[in-house]
């Protein structure tokens, strides 16, 4: 089992920065692949990014390619998303997923969720 616990969310201005990070706990997440995903009110819930399990491979969906990095700490069992050039419509609830093998960017298929942590980039 492992319990994920998402931080950093918050209000900023178009063109700023954030990092959320996704704090694991049960299992190391060093054995699982980890996704980010967002979910903007009304939309569908989107692919942002991904780290594979061995942290060598990371994935990022189209609309925030170059602007986001997705990085892990495996001593503090943390994985980060450090967002950059935010645009308005980054504006969602981010979660942070685990699975065990490979990235995916079908939420489904991830086993473990955080609870979200909220996004609003002002105009």
């Known amino acids: 089992q492992v319990q994920l616990v998402e931080s950093g969310g918050g209000l900023v201005q178009a063109g700023g920065s954030l990092r959320l990070s996704c704090a694991a706990s049960?299992?190391?997440?060093?054995?699982?692949?980890v996704g980010w995903f967002r979910q903007a009110p009304g939309k569908e819930r989107e692919f942002v990014a991904g780290?594979?399990?061995?942290?060598?491979?990371?994935y990022y969906g189209d609309s925030v390619k170059g602007r986001f990095t997705i990085s892990r700490d495996n001593a503090k069992n943390t994985v980060y998303l450090q967002m950059n050039s935010l645009k308005p419509e980054d504006t969602a609830v981010y979660y942070c997923?685990?699975?065990?093998?490979?990235?995916?960017?079908?939420?489904?298929?991830?086993?473990?969720w955080g609870q979200g942590t909220q996004v609003t980039v002002s105009s």
């Open positions: 997923a685990a699975k065990r093998w490979g990235v995916t960017t079908t939420s489904t298929q991830y086993n473990y």
């Open positions: 049960g299992r190391r997440d060093s054995n699982y692949a």
């Open positions: 780290l594979s399990l061995s942290g060598s491979n990371t």
